[in-house]
């Protein structure tokens, strides 16, 4: 086995770790019936892409990495259809038609699956619904656009394996410049919408600089994947010849990072748990000194406040699981605040979230025998 194919197998053994250590964290804090689109998306995401790893082997050990392109007028002319090679070339043609599709699909039900995140993430702050909105019809737009362009562009359809004559270059699956073009101009579009939804929320945190930047690029693994698409696009139109097999090695790395990035703010907190020994305090959201706020391993993402004491805080926090397994939520509607059953109790099962959204009374003091108290309520995402 050539060692781009172990890598691609190893990768894939990695993308399908990341992700059940993702489901086994939501798992825990929320139960099997609570969890969410996000992640059934990233789920089936594996689907795809345990196909497009299957075909990227099967392209290079069984039709060489050949295919109906990198031939001249001439060469088309002389290859038998009887030949072997002739056989490779369009068993690799059909190969790259079913390889972008289900490479596209990987990529696509990752972003899915990123936006439907950040609509939970952001489900109590203002301003962000008609964001996430436009980010739901601008990856299914821009995801039936390359599905039908893979599968239309070149008419008819058995052109896409045609070796002589020469069937052109939207019939030549392995270098059709509207393949690479549109996937790659549609890819950073889509990629750049989504780290915008999240960075300014995040930069308006109430944290030092290091941890803002951090919690930056834990959200901006995006900007990875666009570069690997870049870089694969590159080669594919750079070299004709050699690109296309090295073009589907950069498609099963591209998937990689794209699962592994998207995953990083789901796992962030358990992945703090474990380097936080390593790290220190750069992991930790809470600064040395003790104070009124999210517990360790929350994050406060934004404040406001209103000029009646009352301040309210858009914060990171925890899930209070009572201890026959229910669940509370706070919810905001921007003007006041509606608890959703009772506070945990002491004997509640306090889970920590990696990334959720609340809005909280950064303040809110109770009489108590003449001494002031302090109470935090918490909400589940």
């Excluded at 086995?1 to 190893?10: H, L, Q, R």
């Excluded at 562009?153 to 059709?176: D, E, T």
């Excluded at 693994?221 to 010849?241: C, E, Y």
Aim: with cysteine; glycine share 8%.
């Amino acid at each position: 086995m050539a060692s781009s194919e172990v890598e691609g197998f190893t990768l894939l053994g990695l993308s399908i770790a990341i992700v059940l250590i993702r489901t086994l964290i939501r798992l825990r804090q929320v139960g099997i019936r609570n969890l969410a689109a996000d992640d059934y998306f990233m789920l089936g995401a594996l689907v795809p892409y345990i196909a497009e790893t299957a075909l990227a082997h099967d392209v290079v050990a069984r039709y060489n990495g050949l295919t109906n392109s990198g031939l001249t007028d001439a060469e088309r002319a002389a290859l038998s259809p009887d030949s072997e090679e002739y056989a490779w070339r369009v068993g690799g043609s059909k190969v790259q038609v079913a390889g972008w599709c289900v490479y596209v699909s990987v990529i696509w039900f990752v972003k899915a699956s990123l936006c439907t995140f950040y609509s939970r993430l952001t489900e109590s702050v203002n301003g962000y619904r008609n964001r996430i909105i436009s980010g739901y019809v601008l990856i299914g737009a821009s995801y039936l656009a390359l599905i039908l362009s893979l599968l239309l562009s070149c008419q008819p359809f058995h052109h896409f394996w045609q070796i002589h004559p020469n069937p052109g270059n939207l019939c030549q699956p392995a270098i059709s410049k509207v393949y690479v073009l549109l996937t790659v101009i549609l890819n950073v579009l889509t990629d750049v919408y989504l780290i915008l939804i999240p960075i300014p929320m995040l930069w308006s945190a109430r944290l030092p600089t290091i941890k803002k930047l951090s919690l930056c690029v834990v959200f901006s693994g995006a900007i990875f994947v666009m570069t690997a698409g870049l870089l694969r696009g590159v080669l594919i139109l750079k070299d004709p010849i050699n690109g296309p097999k090295q073009g589907s090695s950069w498609a099963v790395r591209e998937s990689f990072v794209a699962v592994a990035t998207s995953n990083l703010p789901m796992i962030w907190g358990w992945l703090q748990t474990r380097l936080k020994p390593f790290l220190g305090s750069l992991l930790s959201s809470q600064s040395g000194k003790r104070r009124e706020g999210p517990s360790a391993g929350s994050i406060m993402l934004a404040n406001t406040n209103d000029n009646t004491g009352r301040g309210r805080c858009t914060t990171l926090v925890s899930v209070n699981r009572d201890a026959d397994g229910s669940t509370h939520a706070l919810r905001t509607d921007g003007q006041g605040m509606d608890y959703d059953g009772e506070h945990a109790s002491g004997g509640g099962i306090k889970k920590e979230v990696a990334i959720s959204v609340s809005s909280t009374l950064a303040q809110s003091t109770h009489s108590d025998s003449g001494k002031g108290a302090s109470r935090k309520y918490n909400h589940n995402f």
